[in-house]
C-alpha cells in the first residue's frame, strides 16, 4: 500500500548540509500497524513526513496504492492528502474551537453538508469515548481526551491511512495505553492502516505488527516485531529491547560462573507463542541427565503472541549438552550459546 524506495531527505542551514534521512526503503502493507523506531533525531519525523509528502523527498520515490506522489499535480496531490489521516505528539487542537468543531474541522473544509457533520462528529466521538465532551474546549481537556479529539478529527475525512508522530510521547503510561488500545480498535474495526514513529519499545511491542529501526537518518534493521525481538541484529535494536526486558547477563555474574570448577555452558533460551510453559528444564534432566539452573527468565506479550526469554547454566558432559540443546531446538526454540562461559 505504501512504498518507499531509496528515499532521501536534505536540508540545508546556510551552508551546512543535513542529511535527515538516507536511502529509505520500506513497505507498508494494507491493513497493518507498521512502527519506526528511533532515538531523537534519527530521522523518524522527517521520514512519516515524507509519506503524506508534508516534506518533499530530496530523491527516491513514495507510492501510495502504486501512485507515485511526486506525478501528481497540487489538486491530486491535495486529494490524496484527505485520505491519510494524522495525529502529533502536541495533539494541535484550536484552542478556541469545542471538541465538536475540532472535530468537525476537516468536514468544514470541503463543505461537507451540515446534517452530515453532526451524524460523523457525533459518530467519532463515540468511537473515542467522548460522547459527553463535545460542548466543551481543549483547556478542559485533559492529555489522554486531547489526543482522542485528535484521533477524531483525523478520522473525519475517512482516511485509508492514519499516521502518527509520536502521539504517545506527552502522556502518562496509564494514558499511552488506552491510546495503543483505542489505536488497536480503530486498525481493527476500520481497517485503517496506521504508521507510527516513537522511541518507545513499549509502543511498538504492544500494538504493531512489523517495524523499522532508524539510526543517523538511515533504515538499520526491520522485519516482524516478534523476528526483531527474538533475533536483533543491530546494536541500536539490542539497546531498545533492553527497555523491555535486558537479556544480557551482568559481566561480573560471567566471570564468577567462569571461575568454578565446572562452569558448563550458558545458553539463552527464546519462547514463542505456545511454546511458553513447556517443561524445557525438566527434560534436559530426564532425558539427557544434564543439571541446568536457571540465571535469568522474562515473559512478555508481543501484541497478540507471547514470547519468553530464559537464561540458564547447564552443566553434564559435552556430549549430553550438544544432544540436549539439539532436542530443544527441534522444539521449534531458538537456542543461543552465551560467550565468556565455558
Not at 457533520?117 to 465532551?133: S, Y
Request: include cysteine.
Amino acid at each position: 500500500m505504501i512504498r518507499l524506495d531509496n528515499v532521501s531527505k536534505t536540508f540545508y542551514q546556510g551552508n551546512k548540509k543535513i542529511e535527515a534521512v538516507k536511502n529509505a526503503t520500506l513497505q507498508v502493507n494494507k491493513g497493518e500497524i507498521f512502527g519506526v523506531i528511533g532515538f531523537s533525531g534519527a530521522g523518524k519525523s522527517t521520514l512519516i513526513r515524507c509519506i503524506n509528502f508534508l516534506e518533499r523527498p530530496t530523491e527516491g520515490t513514495v507510492s501510495i496504492n502504486g501512485v507515485n506522489l511526486a506525478g501528481l499535480n497540487g489538486a491530486q496531490l491535495r486529494a490524496t492528502r484527505r485520505r491519510i489521516g494524522m495525529i502529533f505528539q502536541n495533539f494541535n487542537l484550536l484552542s478556541s474551537d469545542t471538541v465538536f468543531d475540532n472535530i468537525a474541522t476537516p468536514l468544514y473544509l470541503v463543505n461537507t453538508p451540515k446534517k452530515e457533520i453532526v451524524r460523523k462528529v457525533r459518530e467519532l466521538l463515540n468511537l473515542v469515548g467522548l460522547q459527553e465532551k463535545e460542548s466543551v474546549y481543549p483547556a478542559q481537556l485533559s492529555g489522554g481526551q486531547k489526543q482522542r479529539v485528535a484521533i477524531a478529527r483525523a478520522l473525519a475525512s475517512d482516511p485509508e491511512i492514519l499516521l502518527c508522530d509520536e502521539a504517545t510521547s506527552a502522556l502518562d503510561p496509564q494514558t499511552t495505553d488506552s491510546i495503543l488500545d483505542l489505536l488497536l480498535e480503530i486498525n481493527k474495526k476500520l481497517n485503517i492502516t496506521i504508521v507510527l514513529i516513537t522511541h518507545e519499545m513499549h509502543v511498538i511491542k504492544k500494538i504493531c505488527d512489523r517495524v523499522a529501526v532508524m539510526e543517523n537518518g538511515e533504515v538499520v534493521e526491520q522485519g516482524k516485531v516478534l523476528d526483531i525481538f527474538s533475533n536483533p541484529q543491530k546494536p541500536i535494536t539490542r539497546n531498545f529491547i533492553k527497555s523491555i526486558f535486558d537479556v544480557n547477563l551482568p559481566e561480573p555474574l560471567l566471570k564468577k560462573l567462569e571461575s568454578q570448577q565446572d562452569p558448563g555452558k550458558i545458553f539463552r533460551i527464546s519462547f514463542i507463542g505456545d511454546h511458553v510453559g513447556e517443561p524445557v528444564l525438566a527434560e534436559l534432566v530426564t532425558k539427557f541427565s544434564l543439571h541446568p539452573s536457571i540465571l535469568y527468565g522474562n515473559i512478555t506479550q508481543i501484541k497478540d503472541t507471547t514470547f519468553g526469554t530464559l537464561i540458564i547454566q547447564v552443566t553434564g558432559s559435552d556430549e549430553a549438552i550438544k544432544a540436549g540443546m539439539a532436542y530443544l531446538e527441534e522444539r521449534e526454540l531458538r537456542i543461543e550459546v552465551i560467550p565468556h562461559a565455558g
